[in-house]
């Protein structure tokens, strides 16, 4: 009986706002608004923790109205086989976590969506044949699904824009890695459930960068996930700014000294031309 009341205080709470979150949803979103409010009611009454952290306090119920709002405004689902968006509670702030799926189909029934179709991530090994012709929007792909493909090379998608043109990117398994290791939380839960969804999130990611770049929405949606890395960010700043205290002690500590010459040029490091291979 407790767990039905609580059921219904949360029902209760999204309905009371259903209206204001029908007002700035997207078209895909209010068109099946019912069952889309329904989801998002149970998965977050399901989930023991984030129910009772967004009835604890008027604060979190705000913010969770937010994030509802901000989800049916980029047309994200919620809850269901395969959600777009989870809600986690860090340290008393409700983050949205958006999936591989949620980006992906934001760029399609997003604000501003450039994209005419939800594309697939496709990956590919090293026995696999793949070449792309980028200027006519074409590609080659062929591999045996049931011998031995290698090791994994890399990752690619086909942008079918609405203007009509096609674009293929592509990156490879190695920088997919080197992204995870510089700037992931490795030691969080999604991590930890499944290395290989998030790192073809981070696949995703990069290579929705153009249209992520053209859609309003998809902006907020990137400002959402980067609210989750906020502890992270915050330790960055953090290192800078001792950084930043060190460079000016030494400036202030050469004024004192007297000046050095420099034999020889300093050569300007130049930026990596890109490689031509695909991966």
């Known amino acids: 009986m407790e767990e039905q009341k609580k059921l219904q205080t949360i029902e209760s709470m999204v309905l009371e706002k259903s209206d204001k979150i029908r007002e700035v949803a997207v078209e895909s979103v209010r068109q099946n608004f019912d069952q889309w409010t329904k989801r998002a009611i149970i998965e977050v009454s399901q989930n023991k923790e ?8 008027q604060d979190a119920k705000n913010q969770f109205f937010v994030k509802l709002a901000k989800a049916a405004q980029i047309g994200l689902q919620i ?16 983050r949205m976590d958006i999936t591989k799926d949620g980006y992906a189909h934001a760029c ?3 604000i501003q969506g450039v994209l005419q179709n939800v ?3 496709i990956k590919v090994y ?22 031995d493909r290698g090791k994994l ?37 999604a991590w930890k459930k499944s290395e290989d969804e998030m790192l073809e999130k981070i696949a995703v990611k990069q290579l929705l960068k153009k249209p992520f770049a053209e ?3 998809l902006a907020m949606l990137m400002t959402s996930e980067d609210e989750i890395h906020e502890e992270q960010k915050q330790e960055i700043r953090i290192e800078k700014t001792i950084s930043e205290r060190a460079v000016s002690r030494l400036e202030n500590a050469s004024k004192s000294m007297p000046p050095i010459e420099i034999q020889g040029e300093i ?12 991966f």
Request: aromatic share 12%; net charge negative; no cysteine.
């Open 50 to 57: 984030l129910r009772e952290f967004i009835q604890a306090s």
């Open 108 to 110: 399609v029934h997003g």
């Open 153 to 189: 090379l890399g990752y690619f998608m086909v942008l079918n824009y609405k203007d009509g043109h096609t674009e293929i990117p592509h990156i490879g398994y190695e920088k997919v890695v080197k992204i995870k290791n510089n700037f992931s939380n490795v030691n969080s839960p």
């Open 126 to 147: 090293e026995k696999d044949k793949f070449s792309i012709n980028q200027a006519k929007g074409l590609y080659e792909y062929e591999f045996s699904p049931f011998g």
């Open 215 to 217: 859609s309003e929405g």
């Open 79 to 94: 809850g269901g086989t395969r959600p777009h968006v989870y809600f986690i509670n860090m340290n008393g702030i409700l």
């Open 119 to 121: 594309p697939e991530l």
């Open 267 to 278: 050569q300007e490091q130049k930026e990596e031309e890109p490689s031509k291979k695909l």
